[in-house]
């Protein structure tokens, strides 16, 4: 059929050809030309798969494709959500530029829009896409079989987003380091592999590792690893591949080691680094010499040098007051003594921060202290984005996925900066958000006159705070 087709129509078949990276074929009807994708379906009865073709478009004389138009099964009027879509979609739009010569751009946005949006599987993401309003400007191809074809490609070229990372990389910023272990149900993925989450649980797993800008508060990388990697290791391959003289870390104290401050100190990366209780490098008593107010709260510290940098000691005195009250109630009912509440006395509501930075006792603090609120939002928004357990069964479509997940929670660390500078950050949720502009409806006619369905006062109001995001037209 093609041997006999105008040369524009061969080269616009072609070029598809090469962009789908899926079967396409051209068929010549009424003297028209069409494009149909093929693939493989099951046939119950023949117990045998047999090809099927679906109509995609058409290429006409002049070498112009036309995208098929959906039609619409119940009526000439849709109803899109406007609201949540165009949040998103603006939200997404710095990665959207960033990708601009990824092959796959458009889908994967998608993808991580309606992730950020309502998580679900991937056979039904078309259809909740189309419900957005962005779907009427964003028309990329959902096919499932399309999406998991996709996630394997980001995979396999894993190592290219390494410089997609490095762009959203302040220069010199510092770095919150965050892991999290993924329970994996399939027994193919060579990635799922025996070892201990946070829980102490012994389980099949991956590792997925995240970094977080400690100036704009957003995901800047994302990795996935073998289940059974130590972190520090992990932390190991991350600083090789993102290496920078100026960038530091803002580590969880489960990740101090002697080692791995020495590596920093060798490597001239600054570091904050919280200490164990029990460490030798905190002395047992104290001298405090300076306060400061955090969240409203007296706080105590000083600071002294060691070899591995200075050592910053805070004591907050109404931590102080829960952990001695917590001892003397187990004290009351004889599951502890008096002498173990004397051995601990000196320390209660005492924690101390090792760093290679001169500052003052309380910017190191303030700056550990928005590490956690990072780490309590991300433990949040994991559950909320159904990505605690995965059936993915190829590697490479495992690390493809997660880089959605990446995405979308880019968009919704971007809801939540706005709440925390409107100071309604427990007061109002991301989900709650998404939830009630999903409420803010475009109509769109047949004769394609657009219109906004009434509006509910709450959600004007809560689309008043993204005014500059959310365009009214």
Same mark, same amino acid.
């Given at each position: 059929?093609?041997?006999? $087709? ?105 993808? !991580?829009?309606?992730? !950020? ?74 990635? !799922? ?16 590792? +995240? $970094? ?8 800047? $990388? ?49 570091? +904050? ?78 924690? $101390? ?54 995405? !979308? ?60 995001? +959310?365009?009214?037209?």
């Amino acid at each position: 059929m093609i041997d006999n $087709a105008p040369d524009p129509v061969k080269e616009t078949y072609m070029r598809m050809k090469n962009e789908k990276g899926k079967k396409i074929e051209l068929k010549v009807i009424g003297g028209n030309y069409y494009i149909y994708a093929a693939r493989g379906v099951w046939d119950k009865v023949k117990k045998k798969p047999v090809k099927k073709t679906v109509l995609m478009g058409k290429i006409d004389d002049n070498g112009i494709y036309r995208e098929k138009k959906p039609k619409s099964i119940f009526s000439s009027t849709r109803v899109y959500e406007y609201g949540n879509s165009q949040l998103a979609w603006n939200l997404a739009q710095d990665m959207y530029s960033i990708m601009e010569k990824h092959p796959y751009r458009d889908q994967i946005i998608a993808m !991580a829009i309606v992730k !950020a949006i309502d998580p679900m599987p991937l056979r039904i993401v078309s259809s909740r896409y189309q419900k957005l309003y962005i779907s009427r400007t964003l028309k990329p191809d959902l096919d499932p079989d399309e999406l998991s074809r996709i996630l394997g490609y980001v995979g396999n070229h894993f190592p290219d987003l390494y410089e997609l990372f490095r762009k959203l990389m302040e220069p010199g910023g510092f770095l919150f380091y965050d892991m999290t272990s993924i329970v994996s149900y399939s027994r193919n993925l060579r990635l !799922a592999e025996k070892g201990y989450n946070p829980d102490h649980e012994y389980d099949n797993q991956v590792t997925v590792i +995240i $970094a977080f800008s400690v100036n704009s508060w957003l995901p800047v $990388a994302v990795d996935v690893f073998y289940g059974s990697i130590k972190d520090i290791k992990s932390l190991g391959y991350f600083i090789e591949r993102f290496h920078d003289d100026n960038m530091g870390f803002i580590m969880d104290r489960g990740l101090f080691s002697e080692s791995i401050i020495r590596e920093f100190r060798r490597m001239k990366m600054h570091y +904050i680094v919280p200490l164990r209780r029990n460490s030798t490098l905190v002395p047992y008593k104290v001298k405090f010499d300076s306060a400061f107010m955090y969240n409203g709260r007296p706080v105590q510290s000083t600071r002294k040098s060691s070899r591995y940098g200075y050592i910053y000691i805070f004591q907050d005195p109404m931590m102080r007051a829960e952990e001695e009250s917590t001892i003397l109630r187990d004290v009351a009912s004889s599951m502890k003594d008096m002498e173990y509440f004397e051995d601990r006395k000196e320390s209660l509501g005492v924690f $101390a921060i090792i760093s290679d930075l001169d500052r003052n006792p309380s910017e190191i603090y303030e700056q550990y202290k928005s590490r956690e609120e990072v780490e309590q939002v991300f433990d949040t928004m994991k559950g909320d984005l159904e990505s605690d357990k995965t059936y993915l069964r190829d590697n490479e479509k495992v690390k493809g996925f997660f880089f959605i997940v990446f995405l !979308a929670l880019r968009i919704r660390f971007r809801i939540l900066k706005v709440l925390k500078e409107y100071n309604l950050l427990g007061k109002m949720s991301v989900n709650e958000i998404i939830f009630e502009l999903s409420k803010m409806e475009r109509i769109v006619e047949k004769n394609g006159t657009e219109y906004f369905a009434a509006v509910p006062k709450k959600v004007e109001r809560i689309a008043g705070l993204f005014k500059d995001i +959310i365009h009214m037209g």
